[in-house]
């Protein structure tokens, strides 16, 4: 299957520092990239959408501000967290679609964030 | 609006044993059902999906679903569960192929010797 690589797995960050997350399809090329936050033991909370050369689309909820995506090429998008918070601590997973790929999207291995 | 509702957070099998997780959707359109699985610190592995067409669905690792509309209930079944099964797993639907997935709150799947 396709891959989507996210990097890095785990950061750890002091808190008022601004933190980036990489999210890369190696072999296709995605039209689409969603980003989920999921907190312990829950479930995955859908973000934001976003596509190639547009602005994201941000759920209810969500600060843009706050979460900054920025979606450059087919290829890469990231999310960066703005003056983190301890309460930003979270595990992050996004997922690349594509229209050439329509039956699926991949999920990158996630990031585990942490600020102290 | 679409909702998810997976019905138990926690299921206990033995090994060998029948596995049957739940998963209940509304949706006001046809739904387009996944369910995923995920290992500890780990993203999601598509396990199968329902979009149109037959509804008993195979996918991989012996995981089989079938989509019932009258129910609207989209469960997961495994004959005979194996320790490497253990995980979390979750119940998604989607309004259409955009995949814009709305995820239930997961279940933990655990497999006793």
């Known amino acids: 299957g396709a891959v989507v690589s996210q990097h890095p797995s785990r950061v750890i960050c002091k808190s008022g520092t601004s933190v980036k997350i990489e999210c890369r399809s190696l072999d296709f090329q995605a039209t689409t990239m969603f980003w989920y936050r999921q907190f312990p033991k829950q479930s995955l909370m859908l973000m934001a959408t976003s596509n190639e050369g547009s602005k994201a689309t941000y759920e209810q909820g969500v600060e843009k501000d706050k979460f900054l995506i920025n979606h450059a090429s087919l290829t890469l998008s990231t999310l960066t967290v703005t003056s983190a918070h301890p309460e930003d601590s979270s595990f992050y997973i996004c997922?690349?679609?594509?229209?050439?790929?329509?039956?699926?999207?991949?999920f990158g291995q996630g990031t585990r964030l942490t600020v102290v | 609006a679409q909702s998810v509702t997976q019905l138990g957070s926690h299921v206990s099998v033995s090994e060998g044993a029948l596995v049957l997780l739940r998963c209940n959707y509304s949706s006001s359109v046809p739904p387009y059902l996944f369910w995923y699985v995920q290992y500890p610190n780990q993203g999601l592995q598509l396990l199968l999906k329902y979009t149109t067409g037959a509804t008993l669905v195979k996918g991989i690792n012996g995981f089989e679903a079938e989509f019932k509309k009258s129910e609207t209930s989209f469960h997961l079944t495994k004959p005979s569960a194996h320790m490497s099964d253990a995980a979390e797993y979750f119940c998604a639907v989607s309004r259409d192929s955009s995949y814009k997935l709305i995820f239930g709150s997961g279940t933990r799947l655990l497999v006793r010797p």
């Open positions: 997922s690349a679609s594509t229209v050439v790929r329509n039956t699926e999207a991949f």
